[in-house]
């Protein structure tokens, strides 16, 4: 049987579910299923086995597991023993594509870490476990009281939970990528970007510019900004897109050829897998 793919009816501003603390036993969990977005599960308590990929995993109290988008995954609670978990799903251009403009940080270092070694667990010492379930407590209360900047306040805990997990898997690397080995030319290319959003923009000609090699290019923009090419130019197009909803009268198409999408079903797939929902609900919501 083919896995299931799991679907997501976020906030359209704010691409991000929580579930905590959620006591499932062996007939309330899924199947084989994959999502587009990235999960982060912790475990509270019980016990089960964890298919990832390719591994099983015996669950305990006190782990994290991190799952890239599109990853099969499937959890086997214990019938004797309830598993206990808070997971929380976001849309990993949308976590990355806010901080452009923050010194080019990849927040999904840890992410990348996981799909490239095949190891997807993390086991945290108890003044960790504290901090992540104070994150996680923190991102819950903003959502439930909605107040003004909550969804910024969010983001903010989300980031700021990866920026922990980063240095935990790869101390030392929160620094590296301030440091000067970034390439010269990458704040060129990414000036260039910001400035033809319009247009037509090809990896030949960035990396020409910037008189490297297009695998050289790739290569280094993904290591220094968390996002492949056509990823962040489609999340720098979506973030000028929402800008255009909010504060102009233009139609749809109208911002969609605006932000350089040459047909409207690709600017509305796009962008509700970045944002989480269409435009339309987007310019309602503001």
Not at 52 to 59: A, G, Q, R, V
Not at 182 to 192: D, F, I, K, V
Not at 206 to 213: D, G, W, Y
Not at 262 to 284: C, N, Q, V, W
Request: hydrophobic share 40%; with cysteine.
């Amino acid at each position: 049987m083919d896995p299931m793919r799991k679907q997501f009816a976020a906030d359209a501003a704010l691409p991000v579910e929580l579930v905590l603390r959620l006591t499932k036993n062996l007939q309330a969990e899924l199947p084989d299923h994959l999502h587009d977005w990235l999960e982060i599960i912790y475990v509270h308590g019980g016990a089960g086995s964890f298919f990832i990929n390719h591994t099983f995993y015996e669950m305990q109290a006190g782990d994290l597991y991190l799952i890239p988008g599109n990853t099969i995954h499937k959890t086997l609670p214990h019938p004797d023993e309830p598993l206990t978990s808070s997971v929380v799903f976001f849309s990993g251009q949308y976590v990355q594509a806010s901080s452009i403009g923050m010194d080019a940080y990849s927040f999904l270092q840890c992410f990348d870490s996981a799909r490239a070694k095949r190891s997807y667990r993390l086991e945290l010492l108890p003044e960790e476990r504290a901090r992540l379930e104070g994150m996680f407590d923190e991102m819950q209360k903003e959502l439930a009281a909605r107040e003004p900047g909550y969804k910024q306040a969010i983001l903010l805990q989300l980031q700021m939970l990866l920026l922990r997990l980063n240095r935990k898997i790869t101390p030392g690397a929160a620094n590296a990528s301030s440091n000067g080995s970034r390439p010269g030319w990458l704040q060129n290319a990414l000036n260039e970007i910001d400035g033809r959003l319009g247009e037509e923009i090809s990896l030949a000609a960035l990396a020409s510019r910037a008189s490297v090699s297009p695998s050289y290019f790739s290569r280094m923009f993904k290591q220094h900004t968390g996002l492949n090419v056509t990823e962040y130019i489609i999340a720098k197009r979506i973030m000028h897109a929402k800008e255009l909803l909010a504060d102009t009268d233009l139609t749809v198409a109208e911002i969609a050829s605006a932000c350089g999408f040459e047909s409207l079903p690709h600017f509305y797939r796009m962008f509700k897998k970045i944002a989480g929902g269409t435009p339309a609900h987007y310019k309602r919501m503001q």
